[in-house]
């Protein structure tokens, strides 16, 4: 993908002509994360990002849902554990059964600690593959966007009914053409590819690892 030609599209098209450096690196980040899962399906993809456009309220990094879930049968305290399970991430993962499910995908310990969905790569693998997976509702990207359809509308059956369903159908279509365009222009120069820092090759190296033990 030639990002240069990706940003260029999805910056006037969603971001009213201006990113802030934080949406910018959001972003990028997402789409790095996205190469690591193994999916092609660019129209998954466009909604994916839709989907944490809209949920993030466009900065485009993990959020805690506002309110908190105040007022909300998930927003009380589990009796268990103690733990509130209101919505966090790119998603806005809500309810205990899902922080579990993910805690059984990711090997990591949601249910004990839910502030661990607010970290990028968590935030990143439970959007990408809960919404692959159909955890939030039992339904998927699959059921959705496949090779006989493209039904951005509906897809928001994967998140949450039909809350917004247009709205987000709409930011699905401007990405998919900003994918496109990315895609049409070819990849970008090896001269204008930033040098990973330490730390990102650091996450990226522990992530192969992780996939290469996952049972």
Same mark, same amino acid.
């Given at each position: 993908m030639n990002r240069t030609a990706f940003f260029s599209g999805v910056r006037p098209a969603l971001f009213a002509g201006s990113m802030t450096q934080k949406q910018v690196d959001g972003l990028d980040f997402l789409l790095d994360q996205w190469n690591e899962t193994g999916f092609t399906n660019r129209q998954w993809l466009a909604y994916a990002l839709a989907t944490a456009f809209h949920e993030t309220a466009h900065t485009m990094q993990?959020?805690?849902?506002?309110?908190?879930?105040?007022?909300?049968?998930?927003?009380?305290?589990?009796?268990?554990?103690?733990?509130?399970?209101?919505?966090?991430?790119?998603?806005?993962?809500?309810?205990?059964?899902?922080? &579990?499910? !993910?805690?059984? %995908? @990711?090997?990591?310990?949601?249910?004990?600690?839910?502030?661990?969905?607010?970290? *990028? #790569?968590?935030?990143?693998?439970?959007?990408?593959?809960?919404?692959?997976?159909?955890?939030?509702?039992?339904?998927?990207?699959?059921?959705y966007l496949n090779g006989g359809q493209?039904?951005?509308?509906?897809?928001?059956?994967?998140?949450?009914?039909?809350?917004?369903?247009? &709205?987000? !159908?709409?930011? %699905? @279509?401007?990405?998919?053409?900003?994918?496109?365009?990315?895609?049409?222009?070819? *990849? #970008?120069?090896?001269?204008?590819?930033k040098p990973e820092t330490g730390q990102h090759w650091l996450r990226r190296l522990v992530l192969a690892i992780w996939k290469a033990f996952k049972p």
């Open positions: 993990p959020i805690r849902e506002y309110g908190r879930g105040r007022g909300r049968t998930y927003g009380r305290p589990d009796p268990v554990t103690g733990q509130t399970y209101y919505g966090r991430g790119y998603v806005q993962l809500t309810w205990k059964a899902n922080y &579990q499910k !993910a805690s059984q %995908a @990711l090997g990591t310990d949601f249910v004990k600690q839910p502030d661990l969905v607010m970290v *990028p #790569e968590n935030a990143a693998f439970i959007m990408f593959q809960g919404m692959a997976s159909g955890w939030f509702t039992g339904r998927g990207f699959n059921d493209r039904d951005y509308r509906n897809a928001r059956r994967i998140i949450n009914g039909t809350d917004k369903a247009g &709205q987000i !159908a709409d930011y %699905a @279509l401007k990405f998919e053409a900003a994918l496109d365009a990315a895609r049409e222009e070819g *990849p #970008e120069p090896q001269s204008t590819i």
